[in-house]
């Protein structure tokens, strides 16, 4: 059992959670994962650490609601246990001195991306980072980001925060402007992510995405994150989850995202039930 030690709803959607796993604390790296089971009938799924302290021996994993499961998680206070915490698994990021590199965090995905940011500005890159959300209330990791950047961006669809638009309008004034970018890192909605890599393209500026989002079992039998790259198939949770973003079939990769629509749906559903229609 992992004993979840701090709690925070960092908005409406999106929870924080700082759980005590010495063991995995001790080894992981920005961009692994680790499979979480919240009691004997949940099931099991996986989340992209969030950060980590060594020291303390805990491990922070930062989720939006969107099904039963995570809404079951989300439930759980500070004191509460987590029957299964398992990793780290997934490769870690590729860390080393690139140059400039920018980093780009959508939605709940910023908080994946504060860690691998982190790492790139402690191996001594120019961070740039770019912020991003559909309205004000549902950014996070706001002055994380900006504590560790040589360039903060921030981003809203609405235009209640930041600059009016999608990170991708930052992204590709900054590369009209001729701005020398080595490497550009994403994690986000996979939509965000197609297009950050169409924006990076022209270019040729290496850009890798996270495709956290299609992961089930996290070892590769259910195939369920099966992904052509480069004309080749892959399984997020054991070649990934992050791969080239222009060499990944975005297409493909959308429409597996919505195979188990329906199941998710129907779950959800009775999950609400059983708890008196509240969530």
């Known amino acids: 059992m992992y004993k979840i030690v701090r709690k925070k709803v960092l908005n409406p959607v999106v929870k924080l959670?700082?759980?005590?796993?010495?063991?995995?604390?001790?080894?992981?790296?920005?961009?692994?994962?680790?499979?979480?089971?919240?009691?004997?009938?949940?099931?099991?799924?996986?989340?992209?650490?969030a950060d980590f302290d060594r020291e303390k021996g805990t491990v922070t994993i930062v989720f939006q609601e969107v099904g039963?499961?995570?809404?079951?998680?989300?439930?759980?206070?500070?004191?509460?246990?987590?029957?299964?915490?398992?990793?780290?698994?997934?490769?870690?990021?590729?860390?080393?001195?690139?140059?400039?590199?920018?980093?780009?965090?959508?939605?709940?995905?910023?908080?994946?991306a504060?860690?691998?940011?982190?790492?790139?500005?402690?191996?001594?890159?120019?961070?740039?980072?770019?912020?991003?959300?559909?309205?004000?209330?549902?950014?996070?990791?706001?002055?994380?980001?900006?504590?560790?950047?040589?360039?903060?961006?921030?981003?809203?669809?609405?235009?209640?925060?930041?600059?009016?638009?999608?990170v991708t309008t930052v992204l590709g004034d900054l590369i009209q402007q001729g701005r020398k970018i080595d490497l550009v890192f994403a994690v986000g909605p996979a939509i965000m992510m197609k297009f950050v890599a169409k924006t990076t393209e022209a270019t040729g500026i290496k850009t890798i995405v996270s495709l956290n989002s299609i992961m089930v079992d996290g070892t590769g039998m259910c195939g369920a994150c099966r992904v052509h790259v480069g004309g080749q198939m892959k399984f997020a949770c054991v070649d990934g989850p992050e791969f080239d973003g222009h060499q990944v079939d975005f297409n493909e990769l959308l429409g597996r995202l919505n195979a188990y629509r329906e199941q998710e749906a129907i779950a959800l559903e009775r999950w609400k039930k059983e708890h008196g229609g509240s969530n």
């Open 68 to 112: 039963k499961s995570t809404m079951l998680l989300g439930t759980l206070n500070e004191g509460d246990e987590i029957l299964d915490f398992v990793g780290p698994l997934g490769r870690p990021t590729h860390i080393d001195k690139f140059g400039t590199v920018c980093v780009v965090g959508g939605g709940c995905g910023t908080a994946i």
């Open 17 to 49: 959670m700082e759980v005590s796993a010495p063991d995995i604390a001790k080894v992981c790296q920005p961009g692994q994962f680790i499979m979480i089971r919240v009691n004997e009938t949940g099931e099991r799924f996986p989340l992209t650490v």
């Open 114 to 166: 504060y860690p691998v940011a982190r790492a790139f500005k402690e191996a001594g890159n120019h961070l740039i980072t770019i912020n991003g959300a559909r309205t004000m209330d549902l950014l996070i990791y706001r002055d994380e980001m900006q504590s560790i950047s040589d360039e903060f961006y921030e981003t809203t669809d609405d235009g209640t925060c930041g600059i009016h638009g999608f």
